[in-house]
Nanobody
Framework: QVQLVESGGGLVQAGGSLRLSCVVS????????MGWFRQAPGKEREFVAV???????YYADSVKGRFTISRDNAKSTVYLQMNSLKPEDTAVYSC??????????????????WGQGTQVTVSS
């Protein structure tokens, strides 16, 4: 079975930075596109960023220019560097593996495996 474990969340003041990590096991990590999603209180889960197996990236407009997704295939790990954090970034952040042969990266319906998430809280 595919397993994903996130870490790196915490409390930070507005304008600060955090780096999230997601360690993946159970499949050939290098072949899979990997995404980050988040869910704030009272809201639906939303797309944040994705990185393809070849290194291509795509970001939600709300985080573009502030967040950077990257991967280290040797360590089977995907990262999310978050800079210039805002209170509206507060949410539980989860990583997920994109389903082979599926369509758009934005929809969480196109991802098969999910981690338990890590809490990110940004104070005013």
């Amino acid at each position: 079975q595919v397993q994903l474990v996130e870490s790196g969340g915490g409390l930070v003041q507005a304008g600060g930075s955090l780096r999230l990590s997601c360690v993946v096991s159970g499949h050939t990590f290098r072949r899979y596109d990997m995404g980050w999603f988040r869910q704030a209180p009272g809201k639906e889960r939303e797309f944040v960023a994705v990185i393809s197996w070849g290194g291509g990236t795509y970001y939600a407009d709300s985080v573009k220019g502030r967040f950077t997704i990257s991967r280290d295939n040797a360590k089977s790990t995907v990262y999310l560097q978050m800079n210039s954090l805002k209170p509206e970034d507060t949410a539980v952040y989860s990583c997920a593996s994109h389903r082979l042969g599926s369509g758009t990266y934005v929809s969480p319906l196109n991802y098969d495996s999910w981690g338990q998430g890590t809490q990110v809280t940004v104070s005013s």
